[in-house]
Nanobody, 124 residues
Framework: QVQLVESGGGLVQAGGSLRLSCAAS????????MGWFRQAPGKEREFVGA????????NFADSVKGRFTISRDNAKNTVTLQMDRLKPADTAVYYC?????????????????WGQGTQVTVSS
């Protein structure tokens, strides 16, 4: 497991963009799939997307497909969530997380290390 720190959240108008970053500690970062989740007030934590160990494959929730992208730089131990064409429904606290296995999954129970979260607010 690693320590994760998210950054880059803020307030943006609908249709705008934000880029979130997740910085990871540790020396085996490239051994793990990484995911992004979000949680809005009164809602359950929701899967956003994930990226494979080498960064050659990604998967996303239907609600963000075509608008969000994920990348990683294993040399720098970072994962990035690029969010474009943001909607008010994207307003939430966003978390990055380390997955415990290699299977593609949206289940938060398979992600065992979590960052502190960063707030994203999209105004209409």
């Amino acid at each position: 497991q690693v320590q994760l720190v998210e950054s880059g959240g803020g307030l943006v108008q609908a249709g705008g963009s934000l880029r979130l970053s997740c910085a990871a500690s540790g020396r085996t970062f490239s051994s793990y799939r990484m995911g992004w989740f979000r949680q809005a007030p009164g809602k359950e934590r929701e899967f956003v997307g994930a990226i494979s160990r080498l960064g050659d494959s990604t998967n996303f929730a239907d609600s963000v497909k075509g608008r969000f992208t994920i990348s990683r730089d294993n040399a720098k131990n970072t994962v990035t969530l690029q969010m474009d064409r943001l909607k008010p429904a994207d307003t939430a606290v966003y978390y990055c997380a380390q997955q415990s296995g290699l299977t593609v999954t949206m289940d938060p129970n398979f992600f065992v290390s979590w960052g502190q979260g960063t707030q994203v607010t999209v105004s209409s």
